[in-house]
């Protein structure tokens, strides 16, 4: 397994959520960080999930 880190901004560029999870792959990582994204309501704020390795699984600006 390898650690997601899922990060929300506000518009102003404050960091309003900043969380980690665990995925196998980074398809699983992208449904996972969606689904927390829908859950607390920020699908719609600015956003990104990023793999160990750096690479964006997940990005809306």
């Known amino acids: 397994?390898?650690?997601?880190?899922?990060?929300?901004?506000?518009?102003t560029g404050e960091n309003i959520l900043e969380d980690s999870f665990e995925a196998s792959s980074d398809d699983e990582a992208k449904?996972?960080?969606k689904r927390i994204l829908?859950?607390?309501?920020?699908?719609?704020?600015?956003?990104?999930?990023?793999?160990?390795?750096?690479?964006l699984v997940l990005f809306h600006p």
């Open 1 to 11: 397994m390898k650690v997601y880190k899922l990060t929300v901004y506000e518009q």
């Open 31 to 33: 449904e996972i960080g």
């Open 38 to 55: 829908e859950e607390k309501g920020y699908e719609d704020h600015t956003h990104r999930c990023a793999s160990p390795l750096g690479k």
